[in-house]
């Protein structure tokens, strides 16, 4: 079965770093971009960049350029979401999601993550 | 950026009948590039419809997609107690994937 694992919950301070994994299993792990999405408390899914694990290639959305890295570690199918310094407003739960491609320019996502929720507190 | 607004922003619905969402795109989006997602609370996003109107296997058929340009349709044919959730349509275009704000279906 095609799986997405996603690191556990954290919970962080405001000004500190934070790495959080999505780990695929059961397909060709670099021949499919990752996607990852942001959903706040409460709120809808939004776009935040995607990777493609062959050879590390990224997008980002401009809302989240310069303030996420998304990066793949491909000899162990991960790819990962890194902050430098987090805010409280960084509080969400993170997805990541295996995207699809039915034809040119067009893209889905069939199999997602559990998501991990990222708590910023002081 | 291509914007979706989906309609009604909660719809309230009784087992057994008829649900129609809608998503309306800011401008003409390919039609094989509408997606629909089922989010469940405390559960992750579960691809519905992709294409428009495909569905991938595990969506059951009382679930069709249909559309062009720039509106598009979520149809459940009879509601069963699992389907009532939120849903998103999502596009892609211009290398960024957009999603709409929601829908939720809630039993009346």
């Known amino acids: 079965e095609v799986q997405l694992v996603q690191s556990g919950a954290e919970v962080k301070k405001p000004g500190e770093s934070l790495k959080i994994s999505c780990k695929g299993s059961?397909?060709?792990?670099?021949?499919?971009?990752i996607v990852w999405v942001r959903q706040m408390p409460g709120k809808g899914l939004e776009w935040m960049g995607m990777i493609y694990p062959g050879d590390s290639n990224t997008t980002y959305s401009p809302s989240f350029q310069g303030r996420v890295i998304i990066s793949a570690d491909k000899s162990i199918s991960t790819t990962y979401l890194q902050w430098s310094s987090l805010r409280a407003s960084d509080t969400a739960m993170y997805y990541c999601a295996r995207q699809r491609q039915l034809e040119p320019l067009s893209y889905y996502m069939d199999v997602w993550g559990k998501g991990t929720t990222v708590t910023v507190s002081s | 950026e291509i914007v979706l607004t989906q309609s009604p922003g909660t719809l309230s619905l009784s087992p057994g009948e008829r649900g129609t969402l809608s998503c309306r795109a800011s401008q003409s989006v390919g039609s094989s590039s509408l997606a629909w997602y089922q989010q469940k609370p405390g559960q992750a996003p579960r691809l519905l419809i992709y294409?428009?109107?495909s569905r991938p296997t595990g969506t059951p058929d009382r679930f069709s997609g249909s559309g062009s340009g720039t509106d598009f349709t979520l149809t459940i044919s009879r509601l069963e107690p699992e389907d009532f959730a939120m849903y998103y349509c999502?596009?892609?275009?211009?290398?960024?994937?957009?999603f709409g704000q929601g829908t939720k279906l809630e039993i009346k």
């Open positions: 059961a397909y060709i792990f670099t021949g499919y971009w």
């Open positions: 999502q596009q892609y275009g211009g290398s960024r994937y957009t």
């Open positions: 294409g428009a109107s």
